[in-house]
């Protein structure tokens, strides 16, 4: 993904040629079913601190790594926990080996936390207790090279990007996950085994009420949407929208059911709404912030915030009662992301083609109560910590600079949880 004419802005070139919380359902955390908010956990009043974990996506043994949240903000180690898998890495990807939201996701109503093997093309959930992660269950994702995961109430769906790209489902049981019988449905597009990261579908995920599933695909620059049935199997068929920018990538619903999708070719963010068949109708049309790259997007309080990698840069959005997107910040920015440096790199190596400056951010999210937020910064190999304002300003509490992976030869870690 090059800037300009450097590595990031040719990632959009490449793509668009091959593709001619309050009451907010959030990505990385799922809460009950057909509950469209987070909760905050049982007993919970005033923030006494809670927990951030990451994927390490290590080509070699794949874990999640847990840190302790205090009430500020500030992270502390709280153990390495292996998924007996393997990360992945896609081909030529800059710096996100995923190219994806939702590698990791917590799963509330069960204590599960749920992870991607892309390198070894398998799923791992785990039990959650406390700052501890017990009783890993392993089981192969239906495909090649998972990189996304959604779950609605007692049903799962792992999103494959390799190969013959498909969807396959899975119910959440005492035992871990159990796949639901002829419940894989192909997505139409073709890749290695190992993605090219511009060819790859990036994310998988359920509507409010569970009745829908939708998957983006980059290549194909398309929405599709899957009916769900009450026994968790999937419509024959999608029902496939055109993209209103190019190439969608990551997305997430409102508090009204209204449906966001960041678009990275031109960082735009295009809302819509959902029809009980699946069509999709477009409220606001590819939203741009001006930046570089927009790939993920999550939400904290009433506000919604996207990564721009090209730029090192966040962006903020607002969505009204109708669904209708605007943009904050000064040119498109909110904060940086590994501070005034790396912007100044990424400004420094517009002429510089060899390697993707700044810091790299990625993946993020937010606590339950949407006061702070957390921004995996892969090239730096950092995380950052954030509180988020009532206008929406974003303050740098914490950053965590020790314990992570850094990005090298197309691997780092990808995939972060908050609560």
């Known amino acids: 993904m090059r800037r300009r004419t450097g590595v990031l802005c040719a990632v959009a070139v490449l793509i668009t040629g091959g593709a001619v919380s309050t009451g907010i359902a959030s990505a990385h955390e799922t809460p009950g079913h057909k509950t469209p908010g987070h909760g905050r956990p049982a007993g919970a009043g005033r923030d006494a601190g809670g927990m951030v974990f990451v994927q390490s996506n290590d080509p070699r043994h794949n874990s999640v790594l847990a840190f302790r949240r205090s009430a500020e903000g500030k992270l502390s180690p709280a153990g390495e926990f292996r998924t007996g898998g393997r990360g992945g890495a896609q081909k030529d990807n800059p710096f996100d080996p995923l190219a994806s939201q939702e590698s990791l996701v917590f799963d509330r109503a069960h204590r599960r936390m749920l992870v991607v093997n892309a390198g070894s093309n398998s799923v791992t959930s785990f039990q959650v207790r406390g700052d501890r992660l017990t009783d890993p269950r392993t089981v192969s994702s239906g495909g090649q090279f998972p990189t996304s995961i959604a779950v609605s109430g007692e049903n799962v769906y792992v999103l494959n990007a390799g190969g013959k790209t498909n969807v396959t489902g899975f119910r959440i049981t005492p035992d871990g996950l159990r796949r639901i019988s002829r419940s894989t449905r192909e997505l139409g597009v073709t890749n290695d085994a190992v993605p090219l990261f511009t060819a790859s579908p990036p994310q998988v995920g359920f509507s409010p009420d569970g009745t829908h599933l939708l998957v983006t695909t980059k290549s194909a620059n398309t929405i599709e949407v899957f009916g769900v049935d009450r026994q968790g199997r999937l419509s024959a068929k999608s029902v496939s929208t055109r993209s209103a920018g190019d190439v969608p990538f990551s997305f997430v619903f409102d508090r009204g059911g209204h449906l966001l999708v960041t ?138 600079d020790k314990g992570l992976p850094v990005f090298a030869n197309g691997s780092g870690m990808e995939g972060i949880v908050a609560w």
Do not use: H
């Open 263 to 400: 678009e990275a070719a031109k960082s735009g963010v295009t809302s819509y709404s959902l029809r009980r068949d699946g069509k999709l109708d477009v409220i606001s049309r590819s939203v741009q912030s001006g930046q570089q790259v927009l790939c993920w997007i999550a939400p904290a309080g009433k506000f919604f915030y996207g990564t721009n990698p090209g730029s090192s840069t966040l962006s903020v959005y607002s969505v009204d009662a109708g669904g209708r997107v605007s943009i904050g910040g000064k040119d498109g920015v909110i904060a940086a992301a590994g501070g005034a440096a790396a912007v100044k790199e990424v400004a420094a190596a517009a002429k510089d083609a060899a390697r993707a400056p700044g810091a790299g951010p990625i993946d993020l999210a937010a606590t339950a109560d949407g006061k702070l937020l957390y921004v995996q910064n892969t090239l730096a190999g950092t995380v950052e910590g954030f509180r988020v304002g009532g206008d929406g300003a974003l303050t740098l509490v914490s950053t965590l």
